[in-house]
């Protein structure tokens, strides 16, 4: 069916998590991709949910003036991408709306005063920016004989695509360029696609059986766009160099990273008490190789990285002797024993009341497990960062009902421009130190009244 889909409210003209508008004119809502808030589009329904329908754009009536041309041409058809067709401004802001959303009306969370959800750390950078693109292809269905000599003498294409999921299926779309992938990726792109054409071709010529599989392109000053999984490459964030392979996880996002950790270390160097004193000690949760903890290793007197993988431990020691940095210490925990293991190593000097715990645990968040020992442990100040806000709110909302703790500042990031993927970091103090804080700043002033008074 085709449908008029005008969204006339704050409720209705939402983007969702999933980066589509949800237009209603009653209950029921029809998710709607690629549109702006306050346009009119027909569209067709093409799906429909227990609770809400999906739709695709026939022609859009009334174009918001903020619509932009996309850059890339598969743009709608290709997965990747779900905000081309809107300003930075634009996307950014329903981003921070997003993060806002999800923590007050989803999760009914309360804020310290004066706490809002702050516009999100970013740069200029809306394309050419993401170091890392991993296109997939199938498994090839073409025929051996097919695959040997067209009727023109040309060789026929083994690898139908090599590219990304499309947006409405799992088919691989064909991309033989990527607006959000660096200059040097695009480059390199063609002559690597090439290449896996080339060894599809060959195996079914010598009569094997080729594979489906996924292409790496990484792309560093130090090393160019490399293609080897295992080979090691560099990276310098803020004067720290990490060496780890190519096909490991390193944050994508050259430009934003650094203000991230910056963002990250300033929460956790921000003063604890009222006389300005700040944590000596940093713990780094979920510290995979380092990145927090190293960054951060010149502002503390002593910090500590703990992960559950050993290949990331193993990577964050090895990168602090690169570095040569020498307060530093890297455990391997899992999330059952993290806190204890950490006391354990340093003898019990590593107080909470001097601490700040910095967490940035994978998509599915942090369990109660974690949460608990965590609170058991209380540290003086948290500082949560998160690649999936959804999971964060959940677990904020945990550590705000069992902790004596309150958010005191909100503030996404913006490392994946043009999609809908958000960071975003949370800063938890202790609500005693902010009561002592007061304490201490009415008896000043009551102490300078007094001697105003003689």
Known sequence: SEADLRQESAVRSALDRLGAAAASETQWVVQVPMVIPGETVLARIYRNKNSYSEADVIRVLEASPERMEPQCKLFGACGGCQYQHMGLDLQREWKRRQVEDLLLRNEKISFGAGVLVE????????????????????????????AEKSGEGE????????????????????????????????????????????????????????????????????????????????????GVTFKFRAGDFFQNNPFVLPLMIDHVIQEAKKPLGPNGEGARYFLDAYCGGG??????SSHFERVIGVDISHGSIESAKENMDLNEIKNASFFEADSTEIFKRVQDEVEGSFTPEESVVVIDPPRKGCDEQFLDQLIRFGPRRVVYVACDPSTQARDAKYLLANAPYEITRVRPVDLFPQTRHIENVITFDRKEQKQEQKQEQEQEQEQEQEQEQE
């Open 155 to 238: 060789r026929v294409k083994v690898l139908r695509a090599i590219g990304f999921k499309e947006r409405t299926s799992q088919n691989i779309l064909d991309v033989e360029e990527c607006p959000i992938a660096t200059v040097g990726i695009n480059a390199a792109l063609p002559g690597v696609r090439q290449a896996a054409e080339d060894e599809a071709y060959q195996r079914y010529i010598d009569s094997s059986k080729p594979k489906g599989g996924t292409l790496l392109l990484r792309d560093t000053p130090a090393d160019g766009v490399v293609t080897k999984h295992m080979q090691l490459v560099s990276e310098t964030v803020r």
């Open 119 to 146: 516009s999100p750390v970013c740069t200029e950078h809306g394309y050419n920016y993401r170091s890392k693109l991993t296109p997939h292809f199938d498994k090839p269905k073409i025929k051996v004989a097919e």
């Open 291 to 296: 990145l927090f903890a190293l960054c951060a």
